[in-house]
């Protein structure tokens, strides 16, 4: 019975690991995302710019 509770806990901890660290790519690319339009929103703006 300890292994099958240490081997449910491992499993749980895998995933909510696993989850977390996909929540947080997510926030991630959004956050990159959302800066990239504002860079290609402020271009647009200003006129084109010699860095891409």
Do not use: D, E, F, Q
Not at 24 to 48: D, E, F, Y
């Amino acid at each position: 019975h300890k292994a099958r509770a240490a081997n449910l806990l491992l499993t749980t901890g895998r995933c909510l690991s696993k989850c977390c660290l996909m929540s947080t790519l997510s926030m991630l690319s959004m956050a990159n995302l959302m800066v990239k339009m504002g860079i290609c929103h402020n271009n647009h703006g200003r006129g084109p710019k010699s860095s891409s």
